[in-house]
C-alpha cells in the first residue's frame, strides 16, 4: 500500500520555528516532523512514499533523497497551498489502489492499524481515526456525525456552529474513488478546496466511509506550544520503554 504524506505547508503559525525551513522540516524530540510520519508509515508497511512538497520543497527532498529505509520516495509539488483536497490531485497519476494518507503536520502515537484493517473488511472508500474535542474547540476541524455502525453520515468543515464535537484527524486510508470527488470540490469559504468536501461528496453518493475512534493521542503542530506538547509526551513515551 502506497503512502501520501502532505508536507506542502509554509507553517506561518509556527514562526519563529519555520523562519528558515518548512513546517515538515520543524523537529521535535530530535527529528523532523516528517520523519515521524515516514517511520509510522514503514511501520504499516507501506512499500512507497509519496510527499507532497511545495513551500522550501528543496530541502525536503535534499534531506530525504529517493528512499526512507529502503522504501522508495516519490515528489509531486503543489505550487499553491489550496487546501488538502487541491494537494491530494497532485499525487492522483502515482495512485491506482488504496492508499494511506497523513499530514506531515501531524505527531501520533494511536491505533493506526486499525483504520487499514477497518477499511479491508468493510470495503469501504475511506477509513480515518476520529476523535472527540472539546465543544468550543470543534469548529477549528472537520466535524463528524456517525451512525450507529461507526460510519460517517456527515462532515462539514470548521462550522461556524458545530453539531458535535467528533473531528476528523490527520490519518486517513482512501481508494481511487476520492480523486474524482476532491475534482469536484469547489473553493471554501477560505477560498481553499477541502478534503472534507470530497469526502462528503462520497457520503452523498453512497459510499461507505467509516469512522474509527483514537486510541492514544495525536498532536497536531499548528504553533510553537504544540511542538513543545508533542516533546513531552514523546519524551515520556521514550522514558515509559527505557524503563520496560
Not at 520523519?35 to 512538497?53: K, M, R
Request: proline share 5%; with cysteine; glycine share 6%.
Amino acid at each position: 500500500m502506497k503512502s501520501v504524506i502532505l508536507a506542502a505547508g509554509e507553517g506561518t503559525r509556527l514562526r519563529p520555528l519555520t523562519e528558515d525551513k518548512p513546517k515538515g522540516m520543524v523537529e521535535v524530540d530530535g527529528q523532523p516532523i516528517i520523519t515521524h510520519c515516514l517511520e509510522q508509515l514503514a511501520e504499516l508497511g507501506t512499500d512507497e512514499f509519496i510527499l507532497v512538497v511545495g513551500y522550501m520543497k528543496e530541502e525536503i527532498i535534499e534531506h530525504y533523497g529517493d528512499a526512507f529505509e529502503g522504501i522508495p520516495i516519490t515528489y509531486t509539488h503543489q505550487r499553491e497551498q489550496k487546501g488538502l483536497a487541491h494537494a491530494l490531485l497532485t499525487v492522483e497519476e502515482y495512485v491506482d489502489d488504496d492508499f494511506m494518507l497523513m499530514l506531515g503536520d501531524n505527531i501520533f502515537n494511536a491505533n493506526l492499524q486499525d483504520v487499514i484493517r477497518r477499511q479491508r473488511e468493510d470495503r469501504a472508500d475511506a477509513a480515518f481515526l476520529v476523535e472527540e474535542v472539546p465543544w468550543e474547540n470543534a469548529d477549528r476541524y472537520g466535524v463528524c456525525e456517525t451512525n450507529p455502525y461507526g460510519e460517517i453520515t456527515d462532515v462539514v468543515e470548521k462550522p461556524d456552529d458545530p453539531n458535535s464535537n467528533l473531528v476528523m484527524t490527520g490519518f486517513y486510508t482512501f481508494s481511487p474513488a476520492i480523486f474524482p470527488a476532491c475534482r469536484l470540490v469547489q473553493p471554501s469559504n477560505r477560498g481553499e478546496y477541502e478534503i472534507s468536501e470530497a469526502i462528503d461528496l462520497l457520503i452523498r453518493s453512497g459510499r461507505t466511509i467509516d469512522a474509527i475512534p483514537i486510541d492514544g493521542w495525536r498532536i497536531d503542530i499548528g504553533y510553537p506550544e504544540d511542538r513543545d506538547e508533542a516533546e513531552q509526551r514523546l519524551e515520556s513515551q521514550d522514558t515509559v520503554v527505557a524503563d520496560d
